[in-house]
């Protein structure tokens, strides 16, 4: 089994917090984004936080700074894209998640037995405890380590974006030099340049067979 790359021990927590400051490692990075177009950069990134114990609950705050190398949507060449994202994320022990289940039949409401109540009621209520859509950033955790990991690949694939320019004023792609060259040498207006690029080589195949 991987070990993780970045775990928080809850023992060590209080409601006063603890600094931590984490190194992303080029290599974990790369691994991590082994199926995504992007890769790691040539740098470490660094993940830093703070993060404080509420009863079982764990508060994460933090920023995460790293750099992926990508292809320029434009001009298809390699760049470095610096990322900067900010965490905020509450972690729970897992066992207060509870898993979607099939909705109750109208029979099923009617036919229940009462419920039991007092600490039982409360406990039951506790244990399948469910997330709203605006608790989207609580996670769960296994009640003794913080794991991260997975948060910090999510957070550097989201804030990829889905067209990475290398700068806002990109030309786009360059022709081939053998192309610039050409174009040089003809006359204005009957360079490849004027052409549709796809008939480009037929253009150069025709000047080919009469030299």
């Known amino acids: 089994m991987t070990a993780h ?3 928080i021990n809850v023992t060590d927590l209080d409601a006063g917090g603890k600094e931590y400051e984490f190194p992303i490692r080029a290599a974990w990075l790369r691994g ?3 199926e995504n177009e992007a890769t790691a950069s040539t740098e470490d990134g660094t993940l830093s936080l703070r993060a ?4 079982h609950d764990v508060v994460v705050h933090g920023t995460l700074d790293v750099k992926v190398h990508v292809p320029c949507a434009r001009c298809l ?4 894209l610096p990322i900067h994202s900010d965490i905020s994320v509450l ?3 897992a066992a207060r998640i509870k898993a979607p289940g099939p909705a109750k039949s109208e029979k099923s409401d009617k036919d229940a037995e009462p419920k039991s109540k007092g600490k039982g009621k409360a ?3 506790e244990e399948e405890y469910e997330f709203t859509s605006e608790e989207a950033d609580t996670l769960g955790y296994d009640g003794e380590t913080v794991v991260l990991d997975d948060l910090v690949r999510d957070e550097v694939m989201l ?5 990475p320019l290398c700068s806002d004023g990109c030309p786009g792609m360059s022709p081939a030099p053998e192309e610039r060259i050409a174009s040089a040498e003809e006359p204005e207006g009957q360079g490849i340049d004027s052409i549709d690029p796809r008939l480009a080589p037929l253009l150069r195949f025709k000047k080919e067979t009469k030299s």
């Open 159 to 163: 804030e990829i974006p889905m067209i």
């Open 32 to 34: 991590a984004l082994e």
């Open 77 to 80: 060449e390699p760049f470095d």
């Open 5 to 7: 790359e970045f775990t």
């Open 123 to 125: 406990k039951e209520a």
């Open 52 to 55: 404080s114990k509420s009863g």
């Open 91 to 93: 972690y729970v022990p």
